[in-house]
């Protein structure tokens, strides 16, 4: 069936590093554009990065921006962030989101599919 | 950044009452683009309606969003037990995409 599910979270140290991922099932990956979010707890959510279907283009919010990286690789299906520098506030549930096409196939910089989340926590 | 600004906090109400959210933009949202999500416990949001007013597939038409400019709506014309919820509105007009902080309809 159609499915993100992202897995890497976990307990890290201030300054530490950490690794996300995303596992993409039942459409062709490869042509959408995807999003880290991320959302604190009682927080509203908090759009991170996204990038291209072909990996051509990626955007950081500048929370993240220098210390985050979105990558992908479409023969694996899979979607990355790769997190450095981690700060106590980066502490989150982390979800991958694809972009929504509408009924007449027309793209809006949306989230349509979400993933489950993982939840990182960045405490000494 | 666009600011979004969620009211009220929280709505106490009955099922099969109206509900109606506020989503106020710090900076006109162009061309609409204005996003509703639903949440409930322990998941991740679902997206409700886009383009300010146009329901995703599967929503029921008692959703409905409107607005434009700097000020937006969500309305739920009548409760059913499944919509007690929080819900976030996100502007994608401009960079970086921005969610609003959350309405919580709870049962009154």
């Known amino acids: 069936q159609v499915q993100l599910v992202e897995s890497g979270g976990g307990l890290v140290k201030p300054g530490g590093s950490l690794r996300l991922s995303c596992a993409a099932s039942g459409f062709t990956f490869s042509d959408y554009y995807m999003s880290w979010i991320r959302q604190a707890p009682g927080k509203g959510p908090e759009w991170l990065s996204y990038?291209?279907?072909?990996?051509?283009?990626?955007n950081y919010a500048d929370s993240v921006k220098g210390r985050f990286t979105i990558s992908r690789d479409n023969a694996k299906n899979s979607l990355y962030l790769q997190m450095n520098s981690l700060r106590a506030e980066d502490t989150a549930v982390y979800y991958c989101?694809?972009?929504?096409?509408?009924?007449?196939?027309?793209?809006?910089?949306?989230?349509?599919?979400w993933g489950q989340g993982t939840m990182v926590t960045v405490s000494s | 950044e666009i600011v979004l600004t969620q009211s009220p906090g929280i709505l106490s109400l009955s099922p099969g009452e109206r509900a109606t959210l506020s989503c106020r933009a710090s900076?006109?949202?162009?061309?609409?683009?204005l996003a509703w999500y639903q949440q409930k416990p322990g998941q991740a949001p679902r997206l409700l309606i886009y383009g300010a007013s146009s329901r995703t597939t599967g929503i029921p038409d008692r959703f409905s969003g409107g607005g434009s400019g700097t000020d937006f709506s969500l309305t739920i014309s009548r409760l059913e037990p499944e919509d007690f919820a929080v819900y976030y509105c996100q502007q994608y007009g401009r960079s970086p995409w921005t969610f609003g902080q959350g309405t919580k309809v709870e049962i009154k």
């Open positions: 989101a694809s972009r929504y096409y509408d009924s007449a196939g027309y793209p809006h910089d949306v989230f349509g599919l």
């Open positions: 900076q006109s949202v162009s061309s609409s683009y």
């Open positions: 990038i291209t279907g072909s990996s051509s283009y990626t």
